[in-house]
């Protein structure tokens, strides 16, 4: 089998395995341990211009990856302990890039299980990484080794499933033996049954990794606020560019292409919805964006959703009217009424502050838009839109869940206003930091003064 242990690819027989005597490369020392070099990333990797220069001029500051993913890795590992877990499997993209920071191929493998990776509580971190693609980890040092995936989905193996889901699992159940020091219990977030059933049968003991990683990830380090900041002023950019464009005649899909372009210009990389829309479409609201024309007069709504540079999520929504006139009053009472439920309620986020408790606080949609109402009053975010997600009350039989929140979590302000079979609609979203001190709103860029007014 081919590896790649600290950088170096090596050639070892299967099945054997790293001595249980595990040198571990996150020691508390200096950013970048004994080498800095082994971690400095990859400049071909990073944002470069023009976000360098837009994010100098913004007065904001680089975050240290390095001191980024020793954090996530003792979230993390803080996790597992509490669980008395001996380590976790993932395979979610996302947790995979939270856990190692390597990525490859991100939205295709939300589909295709092809990679994977393994922490232990007390051990390494192995990446197991698509076909030929090994190098990509070289400069993380929080990886101590890289192996070949042995994927077992559908499209890449056929009916020789249950077969290579057992040879994957006498890898991961191996890794359990070494350094598990008599533990056989971990944590999985997203494998198909056949997985689960040869991990069973090897006498290794499931439990949800979904809540394993989302309770690390909920917590933010100042480095991640830091490059969270990037990501949201990336996104702004190219709203504002998206702004300009925004004249009578343009379809959506014109528009909706700029806030792409701009964020892939700078680094950034994916949205995850097409959530834009104009006129009678921002009522209801989630149409995806179409070849609609826009015209005069429109209100253009839509949220971002936007993965930036560092793959930090920025999720902002805003509506604009389009075109030089004036907008009529139900346009500006309905801008109004989500500016006032956006204002309210981010007041109420402090730490401490129960998930119930901001349901039952949270402001009250009058009947006429109660019907129409977003999904959530409030939702983490951070690699994208997390846990938590607080309710309105009128949804918290169904899906509400109790909870608490603490400093440095970051959440999103949702508000969507539009009548009950209403001509259009209005969508505003803020991206809001939890400090000692209240709540600090992240997202800066301006609302449309013309409804405003």
């Given at each position: 089998?081919?590896?790649?242990?600290?950088?170096?690819?090596?050639?070892?027989?299967?099945?054997?395995?790293?001595?249980?005597?595990?040198?571990?490369?996150i020691s508390p020392g200096p950013p970048g341990g004994s080498d800095p070099s082994a971690t400095k990333p990859n400049p071909a990797l990073q944002p470069g211009e023009p976000a360098l220069s837009e994010w100098r001029e913004l007065g904001l500051e680089l975050p240290d990856i390095d001191t980024v993913r020793r954090y996530r890795l003792e979230r993390i590992r803080a996790q597992l302990s509490q669980r008395d877990l001996a380590g976790i499997v993932v395979a979610d993209p996302i947790n995979?890039?939270?856990?190692?920071?390597?990525?490859?191929?991100?939205?295709w493998c939300t589909h295709n299980a092809v990679r994977y990776a393994f922490v232990a509580?007390?051990?390494?971190?192995?990446?197991?990484?698509?076909?030929?693609?090994?190098?990509?980890?070289?400069?993380?040092?929080?990886?101590?080794?890289?192996?070949?995936?042995?994927?077992?989905?559908?499209f890449g193996v056929g009916d020789r499933v249950e077969g290579q889901a057992g040879k994957w699992a006498h890898e991961i159940a191996d890794l359990v033996t070494v350094y598990g020091g008599g533990n056989r219990r971990i944590a999985i977030?997203?494998?198909?049954?056949?997985?689960?059933?040869?991990?069973?049968?090897?006498?290794?003991?499931?439990?949800?990794?979904?809540?394993?990683?989302?309770?690390?990830?909920?917590?933010?380090?100042n480095e991640e606020i830091k490059a969270m900041r990037c990501a949201l002023a990336t996104c702004e950019k190219a709203m504002a560019i998206m702004q300009d464009h925004l004249v009578p005649g343009v379809?959506?899909?014109?528009?909706?292409?700029?806030?792409?372009?701009?964020?892939?210009?700078?680094?950034?990389?994916?949205?995850?919805?097409?959530?834009?829309?104009?006129?009678?479409?921002?009522n209801p609201w989630f149409a995806e964006c179409s070849a609609r024309v826009v015209a005069e007069g429109d209100l253009l709504a839509f949220d971002t959703d936007l993965i930036g540079p560092y793959g930090m999520c920025a999720d902002i929504s805003r509506t604009w009217l389009c075109g030089g006139g004036r907008p009529s009053n139900e346009q500006r009472d309905l801008f109004a009424r989500a500016r006032e439920q956006i204002a309210y309620n981010t007041e109420l986020l402090k730490p401490g502050a129960?998930?119930?408790?901001l349901t039952e606080k949270a402001f009250r949609l009058p009947d006429a838009f109660a019907a129409n109402r977003y999904s959530v009053v409030f939702h983490g975010v951070g690699l994208c839109d997390e846990y938590p997600a607080i309710y309105y009350p009128e949804d918290w039989e169904a899906a509400g869940y109790d909870g608490e929140l603490e400093e440095n979590m970051v959440l999103?302000?949702?508000?969507?206003?539009?009548?009950?079979?209403?001509?259009?609609?209005?969508?505003l979203e803020e991206q809001v930091l939890i400090t000692a001190d209240g709540p600090v709103t992240l997202s800066t860029y301006p609302f449309d003064s013309r409804l405003s007014g």
């Open positions: 089998m081919t590896s790649v242990k600290g950088g170096q690819v090596v050639n070892s027989e299967p099945n054997i395995l790293p001595s249980p005597r595990h040198n571990r490369k995979i890039r939270y856990a190692t920071d390597c990525t490859n191929m991100q939205v509580t007390e051990g390494p971190v192995v990446l197991f990484d698509f076909h030929g693609c090994a190098h990509l980890s070289h400069s993380i040092d929080t990886i101590d080794e890289t192996r070949p995936a042995k994927a077992w989905f559908y977030d997203r494998c198909n049954p056949e997985g689960l059933h040869a991990l069973n049968g090897l006498g290794i003991e499931l439990f949800n990794g979904e809540e394993v990683m989302e309770l690390a990830r909920v917590i933010k380090s379809t959506e899909q014109r528009l909706w292409s700029y806030l792409h372009a701009e964020n892939i210009a700078r680094g950034g990389e994916w949205i995850e919805t097409r959530l834009l829309a104009s006129g009678p479409r921002t129960g998930f119930r408790e999103c302000v949702e508000s969507y206003v539009g009548r009950e079979g209403g001509e259009e609609g209005v969508k």
